[in-house]
């Protein structure tokens, strides 16, 4: 398999189903590529971000284990877009590397490249050959970051305000998957477009 004939990038706002979908895919025969948990392996103790985001931010954005502080510095970058660009500037080009080098080992049917900031930021244009989007209304999406993070609607909403809109997100996508209307409604649609996918996969390397 060559993603670079083939693949997925999958995105949608906080709290859309992005995991949920990815593992359903996976679970098919997917090879899934998730730029958060890159991200979280860049900034764990000992990991290749850490240097810089403290060279940039200072120790007190490290935690006694060598870790980032993932809580201090997401209430940094909220509240100051400059302070935001710094850490994307950090953090996407490596995680983007760690991404591509993943794809490039996988074994999977096809791959998907899971990635919140696809349509938001230029250095994720082009991550995947077609853009599949999962989308709820913002409503709901707020109300499962509440309960799922212990947020404020006002915290939750600060993040979304970072995301691309909800239109500009559907006038990129060529696939959408609709996480409102139950689990057994989005399996069905995984399943449509898995085998749709695997088929274009392996049409793509004949």
């Given at each position: 398999?060559?993603?670079?004939?083939?693949?997925?990038g999958l995105?949608g706002?906080?709290?859309?189903?992005?995991?949920?979908v990815?593992?359903?895919?996976?679970?098919?025969?997917?090879?899934?590529?998730?730029?958060?948990?890159?991200a979280r392996?860049?900034?764990?103790?000992?990991?290749?971000?850490?240097?810089?985001i403290?060279k940039?931010?200072?120790?007190?954005f490290?935690?006694p284990?060598?870790a980032?502080?993932?809580?201090?510095m997401?209430e940094?970058?909220?509240?100051?877009?400059?302070?935001?660009l710094?850490?994307?500037?950090?953090l996407?080009p490596l995680?983007?590397?760690?991404?591509?080098?993943?794809?490039?080992?996988?074994?999977?049917d096809?791959?998907i490249?899971?990635n919140?900031?696809?349509?938001?930021?230029?250095i994720?244009?082009?991550?995947?050959t077609?853009?599949?989007v999962?989308d709820?209304?913002?409503?709901?999406?707020v109300?499962?970051?509440?309960?799922?993070n212990?947020m404020?609607a006002?915290q939750?909403?600060a993040?979304m305000?970072?995301?691309a809109?909800r239109?500009?997100?559907?006038?990129?996508?060529?696939d959408?998957?609709?996480?409102d209307?139950?689990?057994?409604e989005v399996a069905?649609?995984?399943?449509?477009?898995?085998?749709?996918y695997?088929?274009?996969a392996?049409?793509s390397?004949?």
């Open positions: 398999m060559n993603y670079k004939n083939f693949s997925i995105t706002g906080i709290g859309s189903g992005k995991t949920l990815a593992n359903m895919f996976a679970d098919l025969g997917a090879s899934v590529v998730d730029a958060d948990e890159v392996n860049l900034t764990a103790p000992g990991g290749e971000g850490i240097g810089p403290r940039e931010f200072g120790s007190q490290i935690r284990d060598g980032m502080d993932r809580a201090m997401r940094h970058v909220f509240s100051d877009a400059r302070e935001r710094k850490l994307e500037a950090i996407h995680i983007r590397d760690v991404s591509l080098r993943q794809a490039q080992e996988a074994k999977g096809y791959v490249f899971v919140p900031l696809l349509v938001e930021l230029p994720w244009h082009g991550m995947g077609r853009v599949l999962v709820c209304p913002e409503e709901l999406q109300s499962r970051v509440m309960r799922r212990n404020s006002e939750v909403r993040i305000a970072t995301q809109s239109e500009k997100r559907l006038s990129m996508a060529d959408v998957i609709e996480n209307r139950g689990i057994d069905r649609k995984v399943e449509y477009l898995h085998a749709a695997k088929k274009l392996e049409n390397a004949s």
